[in-house]
């Protein structure tokens, strides 16, 4: 009796493979589900720990800056916890003077409740505490909205939950690492990448000032916002931006408007300058022009803005720097602030070339004043 070895192995690798074949057709989705819920998995716990770390650089810092006996624990707890409803918008006539309404009411508590835990913090430290504990907010929000999902989709043995999450999973934990990474910027007080607005109105208002020329400061013109009123070139020029130096991005809207409405409306111009979030394949620190009112957020000042310039007539331009939503609210890196002196020609050329002597020009810096000096 002879034995082919070789013949016999082949044999049974092919048998294996034939067997493995018609397993995974048979459990493919339900190995595909296992591998995915690992992955989210994975993702939660760097996210628990995103929220635990998060939560103990905000209580240390809190007790750095309060230097006081009381813990700050159970106040922060109670703060992650906070939620801001949004008004009612199926008639929305007025939905934006409702929702500045509730947001008022709500940076009225965020101050309130940051100022009992600090109560001998300086303003710019209880702002500073301000943005901290929101960017915890917002990693503790994260994370709790995916462990919703995958307890529910294990719950209800959901595949189409699982495969949904996982799908988003890359982009969420991006955002997640930004907000972060933004809790030590905050913590230490440094400027973001968000500050490039203001960094470049006060580069020019610091400008007038090192050459000696006249310029007017006008603190809290409106709430948490000032103006600088210089002569340009023969123009007179308001440039607006949050106070600052705490992290604060102020009512550029609200002060755009009463602007306006204290010239008569006799403004050439309204130029804005702020940070936008790049597309993939474009560069950090680009610098593009186009018309409108380059600001962010939930709308109410970008109303504002655009009511004042439709009211009068007045043309809006905006200039935007380009970035990352991680450049966009971490420290301020080298080639974002290096962008800087570029933009300030840039508004000088617009200037120049859009007005004339004896025109009257509104230039706002928009973005958080983290870290920024008048």
């Given at each position: 009796m002879q034995f082919n070895f070789g013949n016999d192995i082949n044999s049974i690798i092919s048998i294996l493979i034939y067997v493995f074949f018609f397993i995974y057709i048979i459990f493919a989705q339900r190995i595909q589900i296992w591998a995915m819920s690992k992955q989210i998995e994975v993702a939660l716990s760097k996210l628990e720990m995103y929220y635990s770390k998060g939560k103990s650089i905000t209580i240390n810092t809190i007790k750095e800056v309060c230097k006081c006996d009381t813990d700050p624990t159970n106040a922060v707890n109670n703060f992650l916890e906070f939620f801001t409803i949004e008004p009612v918008d199926k008639d929305p006539a007025g939905?934006?003077?409702?929702l500045e309404h509730i947001l008022d009411v709500r940076d009225s508590r965020f101050e309130m409740q940051v100022r009992q835990l600090a109560p001998t913090a300086p303003e710019s430290e209880i702002q500073n505490i301000e943005n901290l504990l929101e960017a915890a907010q917002a990693v503790y929000f994260i994370f709790k909205v995916v462990r919703h999902y995958y307890l529910l989709a294990k719950k209800s043995k959901s595949y189409i939950f699982i495969v949904?999450?996982?799908?988003?999973?890359?982009e969420i934990m991006r955002i997640a690492s930004a907000y972060f990474e933004a809790l030590r910027a905050f913590a230490d007080g440094k400027p973001i990448g968000d500050s490039i607005g203001p960094f470049v109105v006060t580069a020019i208002a610091k400008e007038y000032k090192r050459a000696g020329k006249p310029v007017k400061e006008i603190l809290n013109y409106v709430k948490d916002t000032m103006v600088y009123e210089v002569d340009f070139e023969n123009r007179r020029l308001y440039i607006v931006r949050a106070q600052g130096p705490g992290g604060a991005v102020g009512k550029p809207g609200e002060a755009i408007k009463k602007l306006v409405e204290e010239n008569n409306g006799k403004i050439s111009r309204i130029i804005t300058i702020d940070a936008a979030l790049?597309?993939?394949?474009?560069?950090?620190a680009e610098i593009a022009e186009g018309v409108g009112a380059a600001i962010g957020g939930p709308g109410v000042e970008k109303f504002k803005m655009e009511d004042a310039g439709v009211a009068y007539n007045i043309p809006l331009d905006a200039i935007i720097v380009k970035e990352t939503i991680e450049e966009a609210v971490t420290s301020l890196k080298k080639e974002l602030a290096e962008a800087v002196d570029n933009v300030v020609n840039r508004i000088k050329t617009a200037i120049n070339e859009r007005t004339k002597p004896g025109d009257v020009i509104i230039l706002a810096g928009i973005g958080n004043t983290i870290g920024v000096g008048v």
């Open positions: 939905v934006l003077k409702r949904q999450l996982q799908m988003q999973l890359s790049r597309l993939e394949g474009e560069k950090s």
